[in-house]
């Protein structure tokens, strides 16, 4: 599986086909990160084919949709527990990460996971996922961007003649270099 861009979250939902013996076998869902639904369908069975001895061929997919994240609008942070394969062998991880949706947060886990660990998409396996309160978190980064009186200063800011604003010199090219402290 690659991951082209931001991940999608899919509900997928599938049972083993009807047989005479059982016309109406038990459903299974799953809500699945993927780029698209065909990856998502080819998740669902490979989980189905660990956990129920049932594989594509010997079942049906009911339904595939994408879930769509409501308020998307104001920030929230995630918390995420996964499985991944490394050369060493397996390991669980927690992470945190902020972002507006959920499949933003999954999507900078893949990176993360890529850059930090070398770990491929197809070895990662997210197990859960939830919204962590502010006073929850755990780990340093996203707590520094969660505190209340948290600033982002505009560090570097030279003044224009051109946009409107009071110029530096009255001359276009100056030997004077410009104040950048507005402080």
């Not at 049972?15 to 990160?33: D, G, S, V």
């Not at 409501?70 to 920030?75: D, E, L």
């Not at 919204?131 to 520094?144: E, F, T």
Request: charged share 25%.
């Amino acid at each position: 599986m690659t991951v082209a861009g931001k991940m999608r979250q899919y509900q997928v939902v599938g049972r083993k086909a009807a047989t005479p013996e059982n016309p109406n076998p038990e459903a299974y869902r799953m809500l699945i990160f993927a780029p698209n639904p065909v990856i998502a369908k080819s998740k669902f069975w490979y989980y189905m084919h660990q956990f129920r001895k049932m594989k594509k061929t010997t079942g049906e997919i009911l339904d595939c949709v994408e879930i769509v994240e409501r308020n998307s609008r104001t920030v929230k942070n995630y918390g995420l527990w996964l499985r991944y394969s490394s050369r060493s062998g397996t390991h669980n991880m927690y992470r945190e990460f902020r972002d507006l949706t959920l499949t933003g947060a999954v999507s900078q886990l893949y990176d993360e996971m890529a850059g930090r660990h070398r770990a491929r998409p197809r070895s990662i396996q997210i197990i859960r996922t939830a919204v962590v309160q502010a006073k929850d978190l755990k780990r340093p980064n996203p707590m520094q961007f969660a505190a209340k009186n948290v600033k982002f200063p505009l560090t570097h800011r030279v003044h224009s003649a051109k946009r409107g604003t009071k110029a530096l010199s009255d001359r276009t090219f100056s030997t004077v270099r410009p104040s950048t402290y507005f402080g």
